[in-house]
């Protein structure tokens, strides 16, 4: 069935009004003809995302944290406590951990990172983000990616740290298409400022002050691999 354009228009102004309790801007910018089949999605999608919150690390979802949220692995288990270990030294030398739940409270996606001079970059008053990691697995907990849990750790980590008085921010992405995505990172607002190899791991940065110091790679006698930006040699 075809509608003529003043059919559409009064459709649309209908359809606008039964919706004007959710006072929401991110939906009215979407008011037009060719938006009436996603106008759905766009609500399911900003409800759920208002239902996601970020907390911090607690006893209770300690051990989950330390199986990277994949509590359910024979591979995680037979990994056995390295992580924990690591942890407990980091403990005391600032180290950060955010979790992301859903609107029931299950855990979903997680974010560490440690001052800079713990990591394999050099720096000064930044943070180094090891790892973030929202579970996309079907087995498990289940799939929670596409959610806008990613952005709000992110967001999260780089609140905290500027509360700790750091003047920015460093991440490490893989140019590829797989996990610590370079090219996720420069959505998110951040800066290529070094890399190792044509394929090798990418060095990127926020600076929140106009006096930061740009970052780089430190040079190694051995090639790096992606596990040791998660659990570096403690100084």
Request: glycine fraction near 8%.
């Amino acid at each position: 069935m075809l509608f003529s354009p003043f059919s559409l228009f009064l459709i649309c102004t209908l359809d606008k009004n039964k919706i004007s309790t959710l006072n929401n801007n991110k939906v009215n910018n979407f008011y037009s003809h060719k938006n009436l089949v996603y106008k759905k999605h766009i609500i399911q999608e900003i409800n759920k995302k208002a239902k996601m919150k970020v907390i911090d690390l607690t006893e209770e979802n300690k051990k989950l944290y330390y199986a990277c949220l994949e509590d359910w692995s024979d591979e995680m288990k037979e990994a056995g406590n390295h992580k924990e270990c690591w942890c407990n030294k980091m403990n005391d030398k600032g180290l950060g951990v955010k979790i992301a739940v859903d609107d029931n409270g299950k855990a979903g996606g997680m974010i560490q990172y440690i001052p800079i001079e713990y990591s394999a970059a050099n720096g000064k008053d930044l943070y180094f983000i090891n790892c973030i990691w929202v579970h996309g697995h079907k087995n498990g907990r289940g799939n929670f990616q596409k959610k806008g849990m990613g952005k709000a750790l992110l967001g999260a980590a780089e609140n905290d740290v500027k509360d700790r008085g750091a003047k920015g921010i460093v991440a490490w992405g893989i140019p590829l298409p797989f996990w610590m995505k370079a090219a996720w990172f420069k959505k998110q607002g951040y800066t290529k400022v070094d890399k190792i190899g044509f394929f090798g791991p990418v060095l990127l940065w926020k600076p929140f002050t106009d006096d930061s110091i740009q970052p780089k790679w430190i040079k190694q006698k051995k090639k790096l691999i992606a596990y040791d930006f998660l659990f570096l040699p403690i100084f």
